[in-house]
């Protein structure tokens, strides 16, 4: 039985906190609760849930309130292995997956699984980002697509007719795939052409349609920013360099080794701090000469990446990508702060712009 202050307590596990019990049925079972679990179902409003209305329309589910959706996010938050790990015991992660579920009428259970935790962000597949675009665009049944040319210079070509009854077709043409960098996402080499369309349908679609999937970002996406998803696994310490030389050194060294030289240990690791104590010391002028890009030469100091930049911040490096190319600039010619961490779609706005101007140029010719 459940209601208001009772505990939502799953098949043999006693309702409240016990931790010494749940640490037990844990072991014994992995479908067992979690002390952080247990808290959020004494939460749960029973009378709220039960109100909630199974709906055969789109998601399944048909919400009334923003409370109802409250609630429904604190049962997706103890469903266990029905969600994945990244939204356990995390109810507002889970409300703001619900949410986006109703925008897109689709079901809550599906886009959570769909869903990944990347860099302290939610991510989504590109299948359901492709889904979403099929569902929402404007437009008279599916895009349309071609390949162009073959091998690193073959292109993707994606259309489609808008449903307003215009006749317009909306398109869009992507780069070489040769050219399309960088390319993190395992995909490109296990399903190249695959990737390749969802490369593009997303570049489409925010060309054409931006409102459509507006704040979403895709796993590749963030893989091929360099982002790596987070599966709850530490990664593992990274050696100590100074100390990794020292040994490489040792192990290079001529000649008989004499066991259990205390002088010699010493020796080395003596000069390993001192390989550390120069590094961290010579950092900040390394980092002064990274060059007009301003990329750091340490991995750690990078900026946090900026994935929501403005209409205005977009549109301004299209218009620069358009005026690079009218001046004679090469297309590699990118400007140095669309090169640092997080402005890629900054970055991608200005090649799309260069392109632009290239095809109207040819048009014109």
């Not at 995909?187 to 979403?216: E, M, T």
């Not at 008989?256 to 030289?261: A, C, F, R, T």
């Amino acid at each position: 039985m459940t209601g208001p202050g009772v505990p939502f307590a799953s098949p043999g596990v006693t309702p409240g906190p016990n931790p010494d019990f749940q640490e037990k049925k844990m072991a014994e079972n992995p479908l067992v609760t979690t002390e952080t679990e247990h808290r959020i179902a004494s939460r749960i409003d029973g009378q709220t849930s039960r109100e909630l209305a199974i709906s055969d329309g789109a998601g399944g589910i048909a919400f009334a309130s923003m409370a109802q959706v409250m609630e429904f996010g604190k049962l997706m938050a103890v469903s266990q292995i029905g969600v994945r790990k990244h939204l356990r015991g995390n109810p507002g992660a889970c409300v703001a997956v619900t949410i986006q579920a109703i925008e897109w009428r689709m079901s809550p259970y599906a886009v959570a699984n769909k869903s990944y935790l990347v860099n302290d962000q939610i991510a989504y597949e590109a299948q359901l980002i492709h889904a979403v675009i099929l569902r929402r665009a404007p437009i008279k049944g599916r895009p349309k697509m071609e390949f162009i040319g073959d091998g690193g210079k073959r292109k993707l070509r994606v259309w489609a007719e808008l449903s307003d009854g215009s006749g317009e077709i909306v398109e869009y043409t992507s780069p070489e795939f040769d050219k399309i960098q960088p390319k993190n996402s395992p995909l490109w080499k296990n399903d190249p052409d695959q990737q390749h369309w969802y490369y593009s349908i997303r570049a489409w679609c925010r060309r054409h349609f931006p409102d459509v999937i507006l704040g979403v970002y895709a796993v590749d996406e963030l893989q091929d920013a360099g982002y790596q998803i987070d599966d709850g696994r530490a990664a593992p310490p990274a050696p100590r360099p100074g100390l990794k030389r020292a040994l490489d050194s040792l192990a290079e060294k001529r000649g008989p080794v004499i066991e259990g030289s205390a002088a010699e240990a010493e020796q080395f690791s003596e000069q390993a701090s001192f390989d550390e104590e120069t590094q961290e010391t010579s950092a900040p002028a390394a980092d002064q000469g990274a060059g007009a890009e301003g990329v750091s030469s340490k991995p750690g100091d990078a900026p946090a990446p900026d994935l929501f930049p403005t209409r205005e911040a977009l549109a301004a490096a299209r218009d620069r990508g358009r005026e690079a190319k009218r001046d004679g600039m090469n297309r590699r010619a990118l400007p140095g702060e669309y090169r640092q961490p997080g402005r890629e779609a900054e970055a991608d706005e200005w090649r799309a712009g260069y392109d632009e101007e290239t095809a109207q140029e040819g048009g014109a010719s």
